[in-house]
């Protein structure tokens, strides 16, 4: 495939799907897992956890992040997803923070019923490289692109 093609996949894959795997490195070095359910533009996503969660905290201390979206399947061969390398930011800007809220309000709507918690933060991950997992064209086939 062609870089605008893979990134056409991702982006397509991302919006297609609500959760994904996150790792992030903890305080004293150590790699960690965690679901989240996620909003994307591209292959750009948001989230939203507590400013006092672990991967709030972690993302603080290190920005670099990877994450995985796909599925489970019978059928190896018929295997897709995303696997992403990126770098996260706690959004602090007003305007990235509506935006973040936006997109994440589309996807799912029942969040604008929540009630205000000051200790919620929106986290954006731009990507670095993505890879496009695509086993229908042979075991193991992935795609890579850089951001």
């Not at 056409?8 to 989240?36: E, F």
């Not at 973040?100 to 929106?122: E, G, I, Y």
């Not at 986290?123 to 064209?137: C, N, Q, W």
Request: aromatic share 12%; with cysteine.
């Amino acid at each position: 495939m062609e870089k605008e093609e893979i990134r056409q996949a991702i982006s397509d894959y991302l919006r297609s799907h609500r959760k994904m795997t996150l790792a992030t490195v903890t305080l004293d070095g150590r790699p960690i897992a965690h679901t989240i359910e996620y909003a994307s533009d591209g292959a750009t996503v948001y989230f939203g956890t507590l400013r006092t969660s672990r991967k709030a905290q972690n993302i603080i201390k290190n920005c670099r992040v990877s994450y995985a979206v796909d599925e489970d399947y019978e059928d190896w061969m018929k295997i897709q997803g995303v696997q992403i390398e990126g770098k996260a930011e706690v959004l602090a800007d007003p305007k990235d923070i509506k935006y973040a809220m936006d997109l994440f309000t589309r996807k799912f709507p029942f969040v604008a019923d929540f009630p205000p918690n000051p200790d919620m933060v929106l986290v954006r991950i731009e990507p670095l490289a993505g890879f496009f997992l695509d086993y229908t064209k042979g075991f193991a086939h992935r795609d890579e692109v850089r951001f």
